[in-house]
């Protein structure tokens, strides 16, 4: 008789790059658990039935990832307080017959900070975030959680930095990028939620002159994995924290869900995404 193995995947259109598998599958192999975690390329026209058929397909669980997040939430029949603030999940399990998500973008992006720059909101008054799109929502999620008191959000697109921080209340100020200098001053924390920076992605143009030296900088842009922005603010002295733990950490609590125990984000993991990252084999 062969034991049960529970299966998970990640699910996004296109999903070929996901490094996801790779987490978990070293997790697996770590705590020599039972187990398997894949991809399932799922076009959005067949995700609402795809989802419906999650166990039949033999899964105790899954990842969204783009384009799915939302559709995903609709979908859910508990969703947690996170997922419910964002309107958003990236991580399905079943309790018992029952479908739950969560938004663990929010937990992994507090999660680096946490590792990387520990005790760095106990000195959070002011943050800057660039970029108004869904990784930005959840970032303003999880600094509102941390007592951010002033957030300046900062967008190409001022209506949709406006319509987003309208969703968070008075704590949240958009603006476009001429209002930058000015937000910028006196900032404990920037991060870069843009896809600027990103390999094959325009620079980052940006003058940090008004950013005090004290400040924290973060980009969620982990390929490469020092972006321009993180390289120009360490060169200036920032303490500085790349995004490649966001995704480590956004990862824990969907393998605790389907396979029982809590993982770690340790240096060996990130060593095995960083040599995938700069396609070299550890
Ligand atoms: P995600 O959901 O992953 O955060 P997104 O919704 O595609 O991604 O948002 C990308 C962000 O990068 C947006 O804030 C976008 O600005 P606009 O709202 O003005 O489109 C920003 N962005 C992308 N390319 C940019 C560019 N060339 N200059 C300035 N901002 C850019």
Redesign the pocket.
Known sequence: MTSFEPRACVIGHPIAHSRSPLIHGYWLKELNLNGFYGREDVLPENFATFIGGLRAHGYVGCNVT?PHKEAAFKLVESASERAKQLQVVNTLWYDGETLCGDNTDIEGFLANLDDRAPGWSQRLEKAVI???????ASIIAGLKERGARDIRLV???LP??ENLASRFGPTVHASD?AGLPRALEGADLLVN????GMKG??ELEIDLAALPLSALVTDIVYVPLETGLLRQARERGHPVADGLGMLLHQAVPGFEHWFGKRPTVTPALRALIEADIIGVTP
């Open positions: 783009l660039l970029g108004a799109g869904g990784a930005s967008n190409r697109t949709r930095a990028w939620t843009t896809s600027l992605q325009p």
